[in-house]
């Protein structure tokens, strides 16, 4: 899996980071708050994965997300911008309190550190959040700094086309003047998988319960399926 590989991408909600379920909590306290309506958790993921799938060409897909929430929970009160921003001000507690790493991340990527293969960050998440987590949650922060663990941060600002379009990935292979052959891409969704295979990247799929709808396809596209990163601790020679 890592043979000849001078570069590891990571993809981070989901991947690194335990955050897919938080921010179905998160949409889940939005709709409550806003609408007095009570959503499903796993039907909440569904529709967000599905609308910023729809609304990835646009400049703000999660500006559209929230005019979807508006429309389809009745949301007159408010513009969705507005709704954009309780969303995220629901979203700081969790942020700086709940999500922490998945278990054994930080020890992949400082072996691979170790090992001489450069590591990038490779995420659709706003840099704000990457530096909320290095400043205010101690689950994370202990762990892994983000600063001196990787050797590169893009984040959707750092790109015109989100994930599944591949652009995020060319980038990361530009900075480092490498071929797709000499880099691995880690994701838990198919979103990403799709944008690592657009890119000609191999990827290899790590389990996250919440994309559990999706992994037939996850493991039919990607090149390795693993359950944690303790399986690839086993891949660091």
């Known amino acids: 899996m890592l043979h000849n590989k001078k570069l590891v991408c990571f993809d981070l909600d989901g991947t690194l980071i335990d955050s897919v379920g938080i921010w179905n909590q998160v949409d889940a306290k939005l709709i409550e708050d806003l609408s007095g309506q009570q959503a499903d958790l796993a039907l909440i993921q569904q529709q ?8 990835k060409h646009c400049a703000d897909p999660y500006l559209e997300y929230c005019g979807y929430l508006k429309d389809s929970y009745g949301i007159e009160s408010l513009s969705q911008d507005d709704i954009k921003k309780h969303r995220y001000s629901i979203s700081h507690y969790f942020l700086d ?27 659709t998440t706003s840099f704000s959040n990457i530096q909320r987590y290095q400043q205010n949650n101690s689950l994370i922060n202990s762990k892994l700094n983000f600063a001196k663990d ?26 480092f ?10 994701e838990d969704s198919i979103i990403g998988i799709e944008a690592a295979n657009q890119a000609g990247i191999q990827v290899a799929a790590i389990y996250d319960q ?8 996850i493991k039919a596209k990607a090149d390795y399926f693993v359950q944690d990163f303790k399986t690839l601790l086993n891949f660091i020679t």
Do not use: W
């Open 150 to 175: 990787f050797n590169l941060i893009l984040t959707r600002e750092n790109v015109q086309n989100i994930k599944p379009h591949p652009e995020v990935y060319l980038k990361a292979l530009e900075f």
């Open 210 to 217: 919440y994309s559990e709808h999706e992994m037939t396809e």
């Open 177 to 186: 003047n490498l071929q797709p052959e000499e880099c691995l891409i880690i």
């Open 97 to 123: 309190h709940v999500i922490q790493l998945k278990p054994q991340a930080e020890m992949f990527v400082q072996k691979l550190q170790q090992s001489g293969i450069q590591t990038a960050i490779t995420t």
């Open 48 to 55: 967000r994965d599905l609308q910023l799938k729809k609304f």
